[in-house]
């Protein structure tokens, strides 16, 4: 950037130090300065299709996917044989949910250029690319003052369009020699602009162990950062959780900021103010955290594997009546995550939870997910 703004001093005029300047913005992650320098650029030299795809760029780095598309078929309209820009729609199209015009892109890519990697992988990927991801898993207690406790689950997520996703699982629960099944269900819209919004609630048949029913909703929101600094984008959500019990009633509100780091590392801290009500006591607030860092492991062309590790304070899981009221606790725990190839996955944790009066809780569970 001290280079090119040498340049400009010397050359106030020159578009293709503008041009320069523009990229140099874009690569180093100051998309909004890009953003305006690429505009004004297009105003200046509109015939120079290298000019609308910098825009185009900027725009899919921002995740403003029609902006991008409008700015990509002006470059391809002004040269419709390069196959670079007839790639890029196609990268744009794809990130848009239109997979059939994608296909077609990739398609015209390979035409004029047959041995083009990104567009054959891109053809691959779309000729079988997963809507829907099943997981089963299954979680166990173990306690040094009451018998173990259990619970299996099975949970589909489908992502129907780029904006629009579903996800429902039932829970099968065995607390104490007594057996209960809860039902949830989420629909979840996704737009660049306003981020990630889910609405969901759950129906049980409780005996009294799980919440009759529910209520969820939650926000969420990303900004990007730099690519190039110790944090490359900035995730927060804020969500509220009704539990309505036989004899209680939960209202949890969490906020929870995650950072992305370089090399695939992520660190997120969750906080919980969480509103008890039993019928026979008054309401009463209780705070509690979470802080969790997780980073990979492993890296091949056939899969990956990677790690976390979490610590809580006054956490519970509201989701389970032995695990709401008057108690304190510290939870040290941790996971491992593998991943084959790009269509099935598993994950394995483990959890020691100090509670008051010296009890203790050991979790550990197991779950397996593929794509389809």
């Given at each position: 950037?001290?280079?090119?703004?040498?340049?400009?001093q010397?050359?106030?005029?020159?578009?293709?130090?503008?041009?320069?300047?523009?990229?140099?913005?874009?690569?180093?992650?100051?998309?909004?300065?890009?953003?305006?320098?690429?505009?004004?650029?297009?105003?200046i030299?509109?015939?120079?299709?290298?000019?609308?795809?910098?825009?185009?760029?900027?725009?899919?780095?921002?995740?403003?996917?029609?902006e991008?598309?409008?700015?990509?078929?002006?470059?391809?309209?002004?040269?419709?044989?390069?196959?670079?820009?007839?790639?890029?729609r196609?990268?744009?199209?794809?990130?848009?949910?239109?997979?059939?015009?994608a296909?077609?892109?990739?398609?015209?890519?390979?035409?004029?250029d047959?041995?083009?990697?990104?567009?054959?992988?891109?053809?691959?990927?779309?000729?079988?690319?997963?809507?829907?991801?099943?997981?089963?898993?299954?979680?166990?207690?173990?306690?040094?003052?009451?018998?173990?406790?259990?619970?299996?689950?099975?949970?589909?997520?489908?992502?129907?369009?780029?904006?629009?996703?579903?996800?429902?699982?039932?829970?099968?629960?065995?607390?104490?020699?007594?057996g209960?099944?809860?039902?949830?269900?989420?629909?979840?819209?996704?737009s660049?602009?306003?981020?990630?919004?889910?609405?969901?609630?759950?129906?049980?048949?409780?005996?009294?162990v799980?919440?009759?029913?529910?209520?969820?909703?939650?926000?969420?929101?990303?900004?990007?950062?730099?690519?190039?600094?110790?944090?490359?984008?900035?995730?927060?959500?804020?969500?509220?959780?009704w539990?309505?019990?036989?004899?209680?009633?939960?209202?949890?509100?969490?906020?929870?900021?995650?950072?992305?780091?370089?090399?695939?590392?992520?660190?997120?801290?969750?906080?919980?103010?969480?509103r008890?009500?039993?019928?026979?006591?008054?309401?009463?607030?209780?705070p509690?955290?979470?802080?969790?860092?997780?980073?990979?492991?492993?890296?091949?062309?056939?899969?990956?594997?990677?790690?976390?590790?979490f610590?809580?304070a006054?956490?519970?899981?509201?989701?389970?009546?032995?695990?709401?009221?008057?108690?304190?606790?510290?939870?040290?725990?941790?996971?491992?995550?593998?991943?084959f190839?790009?269509?099935?996955?598993?994950?394995?944790?483990?959890?020691?939870?100090k509670?008051?009066?010296?009890?203790?809780?050991?979790?550990?569970?197991?779950s397996?997910?593929?794509?389809?």
């Amino acid at each position: 950037m001290r280079v090119i703004e040498a340049e400009q001093q010397k050359r106030p005029g020159d578009v293709e130090v503008r041009e320069w300047r523009a990229r140099v913005l874009t690569w180093s992650g100051h998309l909004s300065k890009a953003e305006s320098e690429w505009n004004e650029i297009v105003r200046i030299a509109p015939k120079d299709p290298d000019n609308w795809l910098g825009l185009a760029s900027v725009y899919q780095r921002e995740g403003r996917w029609s902006e991008a598309q409008k700015a990509i078929d002006a470059a391809v309209e002004l040269d419709p044989k390069r196959a670079d820009l007839h790639l890029a729609r196609g990268r744009i199209l794809r990130a848009n949910g239109d997979a059939r015009d994608a296909k077609r892109e990739f398609e015209e890519t390979l035409r004029r250029d047959p041995g083009n990697r990104e567009a054959q992988a891109g053809l691959k990927a779309l000729r079988g690319e997963a809507k829907h991801l099943l997981r089963i898993g299954e979680n166990n207690d173990t306690f040094n003052f009451a018998d173990a406790n259990h619970d299996e689950w099975v949970e589909v997520a489908s992502q129907w369009t780029a904006h629009w996703g579903t996800d429902v699982g039932t829970s099968f629960y065995q607390r104490g020699g007594t057996g209960a099944e809860k039902f949830t269900g989420s629909v979840t819209g996704r737009s660049s602009r306003w981020g990630a919004v889910t609405v969901g609630g759950a129906g049980a048949r409780d005996n009294a162990v799980v919440p009759r029913s529910e209520a969820f909703f939650d926000v969420d929101h990303g900004f990007r950062r730099s690519e190039a600094g110790w944090v490359r984008s900035v995730e927060f959500a804020y969500g509220q959780h009704w539990y309505w019990y036989r004899d209680a009633r939960i209202l949890a509100l969490s906020e929870t900021t995650t950072l992305y780091l370089p090399d695939e590392w992520t660190w997120t801290a969750r906080v919980t103010e969480a509103r008890s009500h039993f019928s026979n006591t008054g309401a009463e607030w209780k705070p509690s955290g979470l802080a969790k860092l997780n980073f990979p492991l492993l890296r091949r062309s056939g899969g990956s594997a990677g790690g976390g590790i979490f610590f809580a304070a006054g956490t519970e899981n509201f989701a389970q009546v032995d695990q709401i009221g008057g108690f304190a606790s510290q939870t040290y725990g941790g996971e491992l995550k593998w991943r084959f190839g790009s269509r099935q996955e598993a994950t394995a944790y483990s959890a020691y939870q100090k509670r008051t009066q010296g009890r203790t809780e050991t979790s550990f569970g197991f779950s397996y997910g593929i794509r389809f």
